[in-house]
C-alpha cells in the first residue's frame, strides 16, 4: 500500500520569507499523481497545487511551487513571499491511476508577522 | 456550483444514539469519498463510490458504520451505536474521472459523542 510521509509536524516562517515543507511517499506504481492541501482553521480543505507523475517540470502555482524527485520519492512544496493566510495545515497528498488519496500526516505552519 | 455539501456542520450526541451524516456531491462528479480526520491518526479514508457503487470500504472501522450512495446527489455515513471514540471530523469529497484530479471537499462535519 502507498504511504505518505510527512517528516515536519510543526513549521514557522517569517512573513515575506520562503519556507519549504517535506514529503516523502512510498509506492511501486510508476505512474501517479501527487497533491498539496491546505487546511486552515476553518477547516476547509484546499486543493494547493498537484504534479503528475510523468511530467518532469515541476508544478508552480503563483507563490507556491513543488521540487518534485521521482527517483527519491519525494515532493517538497516552496511557499515564497509567504503571508500570514498561508498559516494553516498542509498535507501532502498521493493518488494512484485507480487508487483514492492516501495523505500524510500534515504540517502545521505558523507565519510570524 | 456550490460545492460538495455535507451537514450537519457540527453534531453532539449522546454515547449509543444512531448519527447520520450526509453529503451532496457535485453534480456531474461520479466518485464520492468518506474521510474521517483525528488528531491521531489524521485523515484516513473510510469508504468510496463510483457511479453509487461501493467500491472499498476497507477503511470502514467497525460494523456500526455503514455508508449509501443511493443515487449520484446523495450519500450517508451513519453510526450505530456512536461512542465516544467515534468523535472526529468526517469530511466527504467528491472527483470527476480517474487519476489526475484532485478531490472537492465538503467543509466536514465535527461530530462529538458524550
Known amino acids: 500500500a502507498q504511504t505518505v510521509t510527512q517528516s515536519q509536524p510543526e513549521m514557522s516562517v517569517q512573513e515575506a520569507e520562503t519556507v519549504t515543507l517535506s514529503c516523502t511517499y512510498d509506492?511501486?506504481?510508476?505512474?501517479?499523481?501527487l497533491f498539496w492541501y491546505k487546511q486552515p482553521p476553518s477547516r476547509q480543505m484546499i486543493l494547493v497545487i498537484r504534479q503528475e507523475a510523468y511530467k518532469q517540470q515541476n508544478a508552480t502555482e503563483n507563490r507556491f511551487s513543488v521540487n518534485f524527485q521521482k527517483a527519491a520519492k519525494s515532493f517538497s512544496l516552496k511557499i515564497s513571499d509567504s503571508q500570514l493566510g498561508d498559516a494553516a495545515m498542509y498535507f501532502c497528498a498521493y493518488r494512484g491511476l485507480r487508487t483514492p488519496l492516501v495523505f500524510g500526516k500534515g504540517t502545521r505552519l505558523s507565519v510570524i508577522a | 456550483d456550490a460545492g460538495v455539501i455535507q451537514s450537519p456542520r457540527h453534531e453532539v450526541t449522546e454515547m449509543g444514539q444512531e448519527v447520520t451524516l450526509r453529503c451532496k456531491p457535485i453534480s456531474g462528479h461520479n466518485s464520492l469519498f468518506w474521510y474521517r480526520q483525528t488528531m491521531m491518526r489524521g485523515l484516513e479514508l473510510l469508504i468510496y463510490f463510483n457511479n453509487n457503487v461501493p467500491i472499498d470500504d476497507s477503511g470502514m472501522p467497525e460494523d456500526r458504520f455503514s455508508a449509501k450512495m443511493p443515487n449520484a446527489s446523495f450519500s450517508t455515513l451513519k453510526i450505530q451505536p456512536s461512542e465516544p471514540r467515534d468523535s472526529a471530523v468526517y469530511f466527504c469529497?467528491?472527483?470527476?474521472?480517474?487519476?489526475?484530479?484532485?478531490?472537492?471537499f465538503g467543509s466536514g462535519t465535527r461530530l462529538t459523542v458524550v
Open positions: 469529497a467528491s472527483s470527476s474521472g480517474q487519476g489526475g484530479y484532485g478531490y472537492t
Open positions: 509506492t511501486s506504481e510508476s505512474d501517479y499523481y
